[in-house]
């Protein structure tokens, strides 16, 4: 049975029209079925295609893997496993660009990218289901092709299990450069970039010290950050938008099913639809940019400064702030220690990693509920945790946990410690509040799913927060400063959602716009 269906071979060679230098596929197997199955998809790849060869050599360690080499020359990237699933658009990228078609990044990436000096060997743990691993492995395998001296393998931790035990890997994505842990989780190519390249961030603070006054500044860069600076920037007027994270949050979001006129999505799809659309308006996108501190203007009509962790100040006539929220921690001992040791936060991505082995789930709401759901079909069994005496999920997620046979559920329980060896999680300790007794849960991996903490540390003694560290908003998204307005999960709108944070973004640019046209002209306005 052949690995890819029609449609999909069909689409592969329509893409393989794009290859315009001759490439050979290599690969290195042995008698297992992930070989025989990496076997059938080359020979189907090299049949698509004049430009493509497919050779077996078997002198690679890793079996089964491959390298995409350009003919007659260095340039090559090697996949270790068989890139399916959210890998496949990586294998396809690969093929393009080893190629020779153009990767599409800015042109003063590749710049940056062809500077780079010194010899890098980079490794890439993934898996298969891991929404953010296809950045990471996408954005080094362009490296590696615009760069000689840069190599890339990416590493299915699903086929390599014992690597990744031996290497102790417990989070994807995990990058090792030279042998050495160099970052783990999402990456963008600018980030890796950032790491590599000392002078990269020293570059950017001086090119943003030195912008004019933006009309309206929007600080986050997520669903409500991207929806305030469309909605500014078709009024006509000068808007910026920065953000640490292009997409936010919703990066870290595997499946969507309830933005409404789209049946379902991925967050990463999302985000990047977010940029393409911003992308089409005079916005000034400036991305891995933390804001440090608002410094709000002392009279109506002068400039609010936004001063970012780089050193860099920002200005605009009106503020909106967008900067959403992120997962909420335990804060018990342990908990830090072993994040990414068997303490993680991302079910979808990190679940294989544990397959057969014992887990608990933190959490008794929806995300924690069906963070449970989906590891009871990886993992040897699961304890779910919950601080409440019941679970607050919906009822058809909670039916549907109760029916599975290798899951537990603790209620009444206060996680008091993560337990440990110093290299991996052990365990984790609880009070049982009814009786007070602390009992104890043998367990190789902790996921934390107990909801959002907005991120707003830096405007505190700025603007009015709640206890939570909400941003007090109305129903125009006005803040407790004039002319500086808020939207999205950092406020105190109730419903933490993707639609509401595009409304109440929307909502707040028109807001800061007239709030604009009753104290001030701003640049180019139209009505």
């Known amino acids: 049975m052949p ?16 290859v315009k230098r001759p490439i050979e596929l290599v690969a290195s197997l042995d008698d297992s079925a992930k070989s025989s199955q990496t076997d059938e998809l080359l020979t189907e790849v090299a049949a698509l295609s004049d430009q493509v060869t497919y050779v077996r050599r078997d002198d690679d360690e890793r079996r089964p893997s491959f390298a995409i080499e350009r003919v007659g020359t260095d340039i090559s990237v090697r996949f270790a496993g068989l890139p399916l699933g959210h890998e496949f658009t990586s294998f396809v990228l690969a093929l393009l660009h080893v190629g020779g078609h153009t990767p599409n990044i800015a042109p003063e990436l590749v710049e940056q990218i062809q500077a780079l000096d010194g010899e890098y060997s980079f490794e890439t743990v993934f898996s298969l289901t891991c929404q953010n691993c296809p950045d990471v492995v996408q954005a080094l395998n362009v490296m590696s092709v615009l760069n000689p001296r840069i190599r890339h393998t990416a590493i299915d931790g699903g086929v390599f299990r014992e690597e990744v035990e031996e290497r102790g890997v417990l989070a994807v994505p995990t990058v090792f450069v030279n042998g050495e842990v160099f970052d783990q989780g999402r990456m963008t190519l600018e980030q890796i970039l950032g790491k590599l390249d000392t002078s990269a961030t020293e570059r950017a603070a001086e090119a943003i010290e030195g912008k004019d006054p933006f009309d309206v500044l929007v600080v986050g860069a997520g669903p409500a950050g991207f929806s305030a600076g469309i909605y500014a920037a078709r009024k006509g007027i000068r808007t910026g938008v920065i ?94 220690e072993y994040r990414n040791k068997g303490v993680t936060y991302c079910p979808h991505c990190d679940g294989p990693l544990f397959k057969g082995k014992r887990v608990a789930v933190i959490g008794g709401g929806n995300s924690g509920v069906e963070a449970a759901i989906d590891l009871a079909g990886v993992v040897e069994h699961v304890t779910l945790v919950e601080f409440d005496d019941r679970l607050r999920a919906d009822d058809v997620l909670q039916r549907k946990l109760h029916s599975l046979p290798n899951v537990d559920v603790v209620l009444s329980a206060a996680t008091s410690e993560v337990l440990g060896d110093g290299n991996r999680v052990t365990g984790l300790t609880y009070t049982d509040r009814p009786s007070g007794e602390t009992r104890r849960l043998d367990l190789a991996g902790v996921f934390v799913q107990i909801g959002l903490l907005p991120n707003t540390e830096w405007l505190e003694g700025s603007v009015e927060l709640t206890r939570r560290g909400e941003v007090v908003v109305d129903e125009r998204g006005a803040t407790s400063i004039p002319g500086v307005y808020a939207a999205g999960d950092c406020t105190t709108e109730p419903y933490k959602q993707i639609v509401t944070a595009m409304g109440t973004g929307s909502t707040a640019a028109l807001s800061a716009f007239d709030h604009l046209i009753r104290t001030s002209a701003p640049a180019g306005a139209t009505a």
């Not at 690995?3 to 794009?18: F, I």
């Not at 940019?289 to 860099?312: F, M």
Request: proline share 5%; glycine share 10%.
């Open 243 to 336: 953000g640490e994270r292009l997409g936010g949050q919703v990066l870290d979001t595997m499946a969507i099913e309830n933005l409404i006129s789209v049946p379902y999505t991925e967050g990463p799809k999302l985000a990047a639809a977010l940029e393409q659309h911003a992308a089409e308006y005079e916005i000034d996108v400036m991305g891995l940019q933390r804001a440090a501190k608002l410094v709000p203007a002392e009279t109506d009509g002068d400039l609010h400064t936004v001063e970012l962790a780089s050193g860099a100040r920002v200005q605009g006539r009106a503020v909106v702030l967008a900067t959403g929220a992120r997962w909420r921690h335990i804060g018990v001992p342990g908990e830090q």
């Open 3 to 18: 690995v890819l269906d029609p449609a999909l071979s069909k689409q592969l060679a329509q893409h393989l029209t794009l």
